[in-house]
């Protein structure tokens, strides 16, 4: 009777332990956060670390650009907006090119696809009135263009940073530079029809 009291016990113990370590997994990886893994296994340095997760974060960024913008494509009705997310597509997806062959050559992992963020982005603007989403898609362009000017002009300026990279962000930031003073204008377009 004890040995099977004992047994059960166990059987119940693992059965718990299981569910406790079923319930911590959050299911598969971003493609980001594999990259992410992936540079760290690789590089030892810390001025390659930081290029590295700098090449990460830009190529994360064109997914979601290219996505949000080919999204805006299909759900505005602006011409303006429409046009902007157009020169965006064409844009980012250059840009993302260059990343990633850059990425290559140095042997840096980068994501190969956009971030659950994204989807939840669209999911939240679905229900959106055309001038909401224009607005909201604007704001979130604008802030989005900002992070990017200054992490690309941060590294250009950091005398660590890989003078390849470097040379790349310097031959793309007027590009992110033009999106950002357009999509401004439009922000204070937009503000103005209110």
């Not at 190969?112 to 994204?118: G, I, L, P, W």
């Amino acid at each position: 009777m004890k040995t099977q009291s004992k047994i059960l016990g166990l059987y119940t113990f693992l059965v718990v332990l299981m569910f406790a370590f079923t319930a911590c997994d959050t299911g598969p990886k971003e493609s980001k956060e594999v990259a992410e893994d992936q540079n760290d296994e690789k590089f030892d340095t810390h001025s390659k670390e930081k290029d590295a997760q700098l090449m990460v974060d830009l190529v994360a960024a064109q997914y979601r650009e290219i996505r949000l913008s080919k999204y805006a494509q299909m759900k505005s009705s602006n011409a303006d907006v429409k046009g902007m997310a157009d020169m965006m597509v064409t844009d980012h997806t250059a840009m993302l090119g260059s990343l990633q062959s850059l990425a290559t050559q140095k042997s840096i992992s980068v994501p190969n696809e956009d971030s659950t963020m994204v989807n939840n982005k669209i999911d939240n603007w679905k229900d959106d009135k055309p001038m909401e989403f224009d607005k909201e898609w604007t704001n979130e362009m604008v802030s989005m263009h900002k992070d990017d000017v200054d992490k690309m002009q941060n590294a250009v300026n950091d005398n660590d940073c890989d003078a390849d990279i470097k040379n790349l962000l310097n031959s793309s930031l007027p590009t992110v530079r033009t999106h950002l003073d357009k999509l401004n204008q439009m922000d204070e377009m937009m503000d103005k029809m209110k």
